[in-house]
């Protein structure tokens, strides 16, 4: 995906905050389709599936499709995508000071 400016780039990441989380899960390890879901009990396989292929088009999440029945699919993190875990950790860090901060 190409922004155009720094708003656009800012608008993406916090709309798709879901997509920064999928990451997170996967982080340094390959993780199989069914396994993501099960982490993501809200998530539909549809909406799931769209936003892994998504990360994919990105070059941000590598998928490996194995040719067994039933199909076996895994995903990890590109190392483009590992860059993502600074900002990741940070968002979380954020997220938990703001938490703290409106619960009071």
């Given at each position: 995906?190409?922004?155009k400016d720094?708003?656009?780039?800012?608008?993406?990441?916090?709309?798709?905050?879901?997509?920064?989380?999928?990451?997170?899960?996967?982080?340094?390890?390959?993780?199989?389709?069914?396994?993501?879901?099960?982490?993501?009990?809200?998530?539909?396989?549809?909406?799931?599936?769209?936003?892994?292929?998504?990360?994919?088009?990105?070059?941000?999440?590598?998928?490996?499709?194995?040719?067994?029945?039933?199909?076996k699919t895994?995903?990890?993190?590109?190392?483009?995508?590992?860059?993502?875990?600074?900002?990741?950790?940070?968002?979380?860090?954020?997220?938990?000071?703001?938490?703290?901060?409106?619960?009071?």
């Open positions: 995906m190409k922004f720094k708003w656009e780039i800012t608008g993406a990441l916090t709309s798709q905050i879901d997509e920064l989380l999928y990451k997170r899960r996967i982080k340094n390890k390959v993780c199989c389709f069914s396994e993501l879901q099960k982490r993501m009990p809200n998530c539909s396989r549809r909406m799931l599936s769209l936003q892994l292929s998504g990360l994919e088009k990105d070059n941000i999440v590598e998928k490996k499709v194995y040719p067994v029945i039933p199909p895994e995903y990890k993190l590109t190392r483009f995508g590992q860059t993502l875990t600074p900002l990741i950790l940070e968002m979380e860090k954020w997220g938990r000071i703001y938490n703290t901060i409106n619960l009071e």
